[in-house]
Each structure stands twice: as structure tokens, then as C-alpha cells.
């Protein structure tokens, strides 16, 4: 049973850059087949996937925010983090990092992280 | 705006069915790819509630069932109960968008 969990600021500045960490449990994330994703949601509205990541390094992102993206992963650490960039207050929300399979369900969740875009 | 469509809200009494659709906004979008159901209660992270068009995992009780038909989906949950009011998301991926993960807009559930 896998367990994610979200680390990271609360409060970031417009024009900043955000980083965020999800450690994994339950599982090494470079012995299982997962891709490791982080899904947004602004307060109110719906979700929106960021982007994903293998173990090996691979990534593929939404098109819409990948030339803001950068998402790692550290094996050693049984972690995965993402970075974005130029902040603006559109990017307030809360941030979940999340397992699934190549083009499958999104079968883990981490509890969250809010994220606050203000001066 | 989402490439997959949910109404915004939808409402039912208790021990009533009520379906939410989600539906495709072109037909090459997502064909070949499974639809897969999310609920999420007030302040909690999303849950898979249904994978594969019509897979229940494990612990999902058997009243939560979708199907699947083409570019639309559908879930149903049947005797429904107060602990149901959520807000339920489908997903699925969008071969026109590199493959990329895609969520429909969310609708909510509210139980009378």
C-alpha cells in the first residue's frame, strides 16, 4: 500500500518559483512501474494535472503549463518533486502528488498541499 | 475548459439512483483509453472510485458502477446515501494533447 505525502511553502510570491517534494512509502519508486504525478486544484474549482514522471526520468507535462515545469525524481530519497515557475495568484491552489500506471487510473493520492500565490 | 464534459451538479434523495455523465469533446480525443471516476469528499483529496469504464478497486461498495460507450461514460450510484455528497471527477487521457492526463470539470453531488 502505497503512501504519499506533499511537502513544501505555503505562501510563495507572484513572479517566484515554487517547489514542492512528495515522499513515497510503501513502495521504492524505482522498483514499482508507477508514474509520479502532480494534480492541482484551485480553491473551488476542479483538477488539473501538472505533469508526470518515471523513475528514470522521463517526463511528459500539460501542455499548457509546460513551459513552466520542471518535475525530478530522487531515487535515493524515495521522492519526486516539481518546480514551477513565474508564479502568478492563477497558480493558488492546492497541490497533490499522485501514483498511476502508464495511461491508467490514479490509483494513490497524497493529502495535499495548499499553495498561496500572494505579494 | 475541459475536454471532458460533467454536468456541474446533479442532485437525488436518498435511496434514489442518479448517473453523472462525462462526455468526450471529440470523437479521435480519447477512444482508446479507459474512463476512470474520482470522488471527493469536502476537504479530502480525490479517491479512485472507479477504474478501467467499470472496475470497482477494492472497498468500493457495489452501489457505484459506470459504464462506457464510445467517447461517453456514465457513473450510476444506486441507493444513494448522505455520506455520498461529494464532488465526482472522471479522467482519461487525450491522444489530440500528447497523450496527456485530462479531467472533466467535476460535478456535484448533492444528496437531498
Known amino acids: 500500500q502505497l503512501q504519499l505525502q506533499e511537502s513544501g511553502p505555503g505562501l510563495v510570491k507572484p513572479s517566484e518559483t515554487l517547489s514542492l517534494t512528495c515522499t513515497v512509502s510503501?513502495?521504492?519508486?524505482?522498483?514499482?512501474?508507477?508514474?509520479w504525478a502532480w494534480v492541482r486544484q484551485p480553491p473551488g474549482k476542479g483538477l488539473e494535472w501538472i505533469g508526470s514522471?518515471?523513475?528514470?526520468?522521463?517526463?511528459y507535462y500539460n501542455p499548457s503549463l509546460k513551459s513552466r515545469v520542471i518535475e525530478s525524481v530522487d531515487t535515493s530519497r524515495n521522492q519526486f518533486s516539481l518546480m514551477l515557475s513565474s508564479l502568478t495568484a492563477a497558480d493558488t491552489a492546492v497541490y497533490y502528488c499522485a501514483a498511476h500506471f502508464d495511461s491508467q487510473s490514479f490509483d494513490y493520492w497524497g493529502q495535499g498541499n495548499l499553495v498561496t500565490v500572494s505579494p | 475548459q475541459s475536454v471532458l464534459t460533467q454536468p456541474p451538479s446533479v442532485s437525488g434523495a436518498p435511496g434514489q439512483r442518479v448517473t453523472i455523465s462525462c462526455t468526450g469533446s471529440s470523437p479521435n480525443s480519447g477512444a482508446s483509453y479507459a474512463v476512470h471516476w474520482y470522488q471527493q469528499l469536502p476537504g479530502r483529496a480525490p479517491k479512485l472510485l472507479i477504474y478501467?469504464?467499470?472496475n470497482r478497486p477494492s472497498g468500493v461498495p457495489e452501489r457505484f458502477s459506470a459504464s462506457r460507450s464510445g467517447t461517453s461514460a456514465s457513473l450510476a450510484i444506486s441507493g444513494l446515501q448522505a455520506e455520498d455528497e461529494a464532488d465526482y471527477y472522471c479522467?482519461?487521457?487525450?491522444?489530440?494533447?500528447?497523450?496527456?492526463?485530462?479531467f472533466g470539470g467535476g460535478t456535484k453531488l448533492t444528496v437531498l
Open positions: 478501467g469504464n467499470n
Open positions: 510503501g513502495a521504492s519508486i524505482s522498483r514499482t512501474s508507477y508514474y
Open positions: 479522467q482519461s487521457y487525450d491522444s489530440r494533447l500528447s497523450d496527456s492526463v485530462v
Open positions: 514522471i518515471y523513475y528514470s526520468g522521463s517526463t
